[in-house]
């Protein structure tokens, strides 16, 4: 059974902190990708890896930036938290082969506020 | 970049009836399509799936429909029942193939 655990549930923090997100996988995926979910917005993804110390841009990546030293970890980093970063974020997982070749496997998310 | 459009965002059905979401996408290049599930509080997971290879696919009381010329998929669902009472999201993943666009979901209300 596949496992993707996120480091934090809940998170408070305030505007200006470095903020970072952790993220790990047991099942040995290539892919790793980090995406916030709001309202009526969707999903939309941050960031993604193919490979360690590998990242692409994704839709939105203004105001963060991410690690990926091994490849079970991918991190997620905030540099100067700001409120309009406050969501929920999910981490997810995948075979490798692109995003059109299978299931991703989602974090139980991480709740961030700004204040 | 793909543009994924998902209607309506929000659907209430009576427990029994069946219930359909469809999605729209840009990129003609796009050859896969799958419908995420998350119920409330928890994590989005994978119902099913359609590659372009095919217009139908069908899971139970869940199926997919496909129509590429006109670019939309649609997620149908019969005999609905309150577990199915959750957020469903679309996605697509553009001719790139390396990221997936999601639509922006639909929360599915079943009344009994």
């Known amino acids: 059974d596949v496992k993707v655990t996120q480091s934090s549930r809940y998170l408070v923090k305030r505007t200006g902190e470095k903020v970072f997100l952790e993220c790990v996988q047991d099942?040995?995926?290539?892919?790793m990708f980090w995406y916030r979910q709001d309202p009526g917005l969707g999903l939309r993804l941050i960031y993604f890896?193919?490979?360690?110390?590998?990242?692409e841009k994704g839709d939105i990546p203004e105001g963060y930036s991410v690690s990926r030293e091994k490849k079970e970890r991918f991190s997620l980093i905030l540099e100067s938290a700001s409120t309009n970063q406050t969501s929920m974020y999910l981490c997810?997982?995948?075979?490798?082969?692109?995003?059109?070749?299978?299931?991703?496997?989602f974090g139980e998310g991480s709740r961030l506020t700004v204040l | 970049g793909e543009n994924v459009e998902q209607h309506p965002s929000t659907l209430s059905v009576q427990e029994g009836d069946s219930a359909v979401i469809k999605c729209t996408y840009s990129?003609?290049?796009?050859?896969?399509f799958p419908w995420y599930k998350q119920e409330l509080g928890k994590r989005p997971q994978l119902i099913i799936d359609?590659?372009?290879?095919?217009g139908e696919k069908k899971d139970q009381r869940i199926a997919v429909t496909l129509n590429k010329t006109a670019k939309h998929f649609s997620l149908h669902i019969t005999e609905t029942q309150p577990e199915d009472s959750a957020v469903y999201f679309c996605?697509?993943?553009?001719?790139?193939?390396?990221?997936?666009?999601f639509g922006t979901g639909t929360q599915l209300k079943v009344e009994l």
């Open positions: 997810a997982s995948s075979f490798p082969g692109g995003a059109n070749t299978g299931e991703l496997f």
């Open positions: 099942m040995d995926h290539e892919n």
């Open positions: 890896s193919y490979d360690v110390k590998m990242k």
């Open positions: 990129d003609s290049a796009s050859n896969y």
């Open positions: 359609i590659r372009s290879n095919v």
């Open positions: 996605a697509a993943p553009g001719g790139g193939g390396n990221k997936l666009t």
